[in-house]
Antibody, heavy 115, light 106 residues
Framework: EVQLVESGGGLIQPGGSLRLSCAAS????????MNWVRQAPGKGLEWVSI???????SYADSVRGRFTISRDDSKNTLYLQMNSLRAEDTAVYYC?????????WGQGTPVSVSS | DIQLTQSPSSLSASVGDRVTITCRAS??????LHWYQQKPGKAPNLLIY???SLQSGVPSRFSGSTSGTDFSLTISSLQPEDFAVYYC?????????FGQGTKLEI
């Protein structure tokens, strides 16, 4: 069964850093395109980043220069390193597989940026 | 960036109704448009990919169509489990973008 499980979310002060993880099972991340998508409380979906099977990445303007997507093929795990966090980064963060359409998705991990 | 505008933002309907949700793109993007359903507290679930292809396991009452830069999601006969929020998403270029969502209510 293909499954994605996120972890690493929590409460962090503005300006702080956090690393999210997304453990994959049932398929290999090294052959896949993986995304991070977030959803602020009561709001819609916002695409954050993609890492291609080549290892190159693309980011939303709102996070470029602060967030870094990466993967560890030996652990079959995707990461999102989030630095210089702001209140507006507060959201549930989902990882999702796909180059065009996104499927499957993980269950999400909540991040709250507040003092 | 490609803007996606969904209409309506919310919709009241009844079991058995036929409903259509529209997603208008700010530029031409072929069929790089996909639809998701999200229920409260859950991750989005892919319904339709490439504008009109039904994802495996999704009931056949869901269908997608396109006319130029207008894309539509139709539910032919609403079931109780269909009351949720629906999003469109484009993958024509990055940044990928989503519509603002359509809340389907009883």
């Amino acid at each position: 069964e293909v499954q994605l499980v996120e972890s690493g979310g929590g409460l962090i002060q503005p300006g702080g850093s956090l690393r999210l993880s997304c453990a994959a099972s049932g398929f290999s991340l090294s052959n896949s395109y993986m995304n991070w998508v977030r959803q602020a409380p009561g709001k819609g979906l916002e695409w954050v980043s993609i890492i291609y099977n080549s290892g190159t990445a693309s980011y939303a303007d709102s996070v470029r220069g602060r967030f870094t997507i990466s993967r560890d093929d030996s652990k079959n795990t995707l990461y999102l390193q989030m630095n210089s966090l702001r209140a507006e980064d507060t959201a549930v963060y989902y990882c999702a597989s796909g180059f065009n359409w996104l499927d499957p998705w993980g269950q999400g991990t909540p991040v709250s940026v507040s003092s | 960036d490609i803007q996606l505008t969904q209409s309506p933002s919310s919709l009241s309907a009844s079991v058995g109704d036929r409903v259509t949700i529209t997603c208008r793109a700010s530029q031409s993007m072929s069929n790089f448009l996909h639809w998701y359903q999200q229920k409260p507290g859950k991750a989005p679930n892919l319904l339709i990919y490439a504008a009109s292809s039904l994802q495996s396991g999704v009931p056949s009452r869901f269908s997608g169509s396109t006319s130029g830069t207008d894309f539509s999601l139709t539910i032919s006969s609403l079931q109780p489990e269909d009351f949720a929020v629906y999003y469109c998403q484009q993958s024509y270029n990055t940044p990928y973008t989503f519509g603002q969502g359509t809340k389907l209510e009883i």
